[in-house]
């Protein structure tokens, strides 16, 4: 039976992520070292995670059930890089009250075949592209961003792109406003995305 490595989950949380209440459920571990990662010191070395299976979760929020139904609401897997737990998230759905919506937060930075166990599980995705321009992207978060811009094109083809919330973040010492304008710029050229989110990082010492 698949597990995840379960760290904490934050409940009630009201149109943060996704439609009506919501519950995030944040896992170990990520692909990416981003330079002002908030949650740097819960995704790696020797902060505490213990395996879950799909019921044991499903039994710890089921609490919120009711506001879930009653807000169209549901469960937002995050962490860390929620799509590493593509199978679990996939076992959980079917578990899962079918009222429930299902979210993922993600860079996307996963190969496509973690992308395409998900997809029939997630309801929406929240997807922090960082910066399209691979140069700053690897800057960055010490990674390159092909996967990104794949996975991207993957979710267009299937029809989702209604379902995905792009988030493109203003970094300091790492991008423009410019910048930002041509991620935008080069997401539209994958596929018809019109949800855009331009915030900046709060940078916290």
């Known amino acids: 039976m698949t597990t995840m490595p379960f760290i904490m989950f934050d409940r009630l949380r009201m149109e943060t992520d996704g439609d009506g209440v919501t519950t995030l459920v944040a896992s170990k571990g990520c692909p990416l070292d981003c330079k002002y990662c908030l949650n740097k010191k819960l995704l790696c070395g020797d902060v505490p995670s213990r395996p879950v299976t799909p019921q044991e979760l499903l039994a710890m929020v089921r609490i919120d059930d009711l506001y879930f139904r009653s807000t169209g609401g549901g469960i937002v897997f995050g962490g860390g890089e929620s799509l590493l737990q593509a199978e679990f998230?996939?076992?959980?759905?079917?578990?899962?009250?079918?009222?429930?919506?299902?979210?993922?937060?993600?860079?996307?930075?996963?190969?496509?075949?973690?992308?395409?166990?998900?997809?029939?599980?997630v309801d929406a995705w929240i997807v922090d592209i960082k910066d399209m321009n691979p140069d700053i992207y690897r800057a960055y978060t010490g990674r390159d961003n092909d996967n990104v811009y794949n996975n991207l094109r993957i979710l267009a083809e299937a029809g989702r792109c209604d379902d995905v919330r792009i988030r493109v973040p203003s970094i300091p010492s790492f991008n423009t406003d410019e910048d930002r304008?041509?991620?935008?710029?080069?997401?539209?050229?994958?596929?018809?995305?019109?949800?855009?989110?331009?915030?900046?990082?709060?940078?916290?010492?």
């Open 89 to 121: 998230i996939r076992e959980f759905d079917e578990v899962a009250p079918k009222a429930w919506r299902i979210y993922a937060e993600t860079s996307l930075n996963v190969p496509e075949e973690l992308l395409r166990t998900a997809m029939p599980a």
């Open 181 to 205: 304008r041509k991620s935008v710029e080069a997401v539209k050229t994958i596929g018809p995305y019109t949800c855009f989110d331009l915030f900046d990082y709060v940078i916290r010492e």
